[in-house]
């Protein structure tokens, strides 16, 4: 159960830390510049390192200034999708330069329906991607994280219905996860080590105390709901003879 706890709360901090890392972006000169960048606008490359191929035949692009940006930060690129009435504009790729430096950071490729497919993400400012995120029917479906910046990921993320549903970590930065997360309705509900990296669960800490709870916390809220439908009906019950004398005078 300790265990299991400490593992919660290394999941609230990195979710805080990535808050953070967030906030720091939107501010723009007290971010990380990638190299090549600047927190000055009236230095920014002219190279952004785009990451849509917005100079293809047949696309279109426009940018646009976010909050906070004293240029323009975002580019849309667009394409002409169907023929004659049904002819219509549609959005194929996002790119962002979140920390105001001048190089695009993070970029999202879309489909004919307009639904997000894919996102990559420079998070820490290297000027190299570590973060991959697909899409499933325009909801997150895996989020692929390199937290020790050696270029491949090391936690692996799964979504089910926009949960959370495991989550994955490689303790040992051999490529394998070694540590799995299982959630159910978006609560941990076990945590499996591979304590000799052989690939195989070895143990498992069970949250059987917290879920047992949740559930008689459950069980009591709709008992709850019950005794109150039941308390409502006899008071119905009850002033049904009063009404029927009133309606008689």
């Not at 006899?234 to 009063?242: C, E, K, L, N, V």
Request: aromatic share 6%; charged share 30%; net charge negative.
């Amino acid at each position: 159960m300790r265990k299991l706890e400490a593992v919660g709360a290394l999941v609230l901090t990195v979710t805080a830390v990535a808050a953070l890392a967030a906030c720091h972006g939107s501010k723009g000169p007290t971010a990380k510049s990638a190299p090549g960048g600047s927190t000055d606008p009236a230095n920014w490359p002219a190279d952004d390192r785009s990451m849509c191929d917005y100079k293809h035949p047949g696309l279109e692009s426009n940018e646009t200034a976010g909050p906070g940006a004293l240029k323009p930060n975002v580019r849309r690129v667009y394409r002409m999708e169907g023929e004659g009435d049904a002819r219509r504009k549609t959005l194929v790729c996002r790119e962002i330069d979140t920390n105001l430096d001048g190089i695009k950071d993070v970029v999202r490729s879309f489909n004919a329906k307009g639904e997000p497919v894919r996102e990559d993400a420079d998070t820490n400012y290297d000027g190299k991607i570590d973060s991959w995120s697909t899409f499933v029917g325009g909801r997150m479906s895996e989020e692929d994280i390199d937290t020790n910046h050696d270029g491949r990921p090391d936690q692996w993320k799964y979504y089910t219905d926009g949960q959370l549903s495991r989550w994955k970590r490689d303790r040992n930065n051999d490529g394998k996860p070694d540590v799995w997360e299982i959630y159910s309705g978006g609560h941990l509900e076990r945590v499996g080590y591979d304590d000799d990296y052989d690939g195989h669960v070895d143990r498992w800490d069970r949250d059987d105390e917290v879920r047992a709870n949740r559930e008689a916390a459950q069980e009591g809220s709709s008992a709850k709901d019950a005794g109150a439908d039941a308390a409502a009906a006899a008071a119905a019950t009850a002033s049904a003879p009063a009404a029927t004398a009133d309606a008689g005078h």
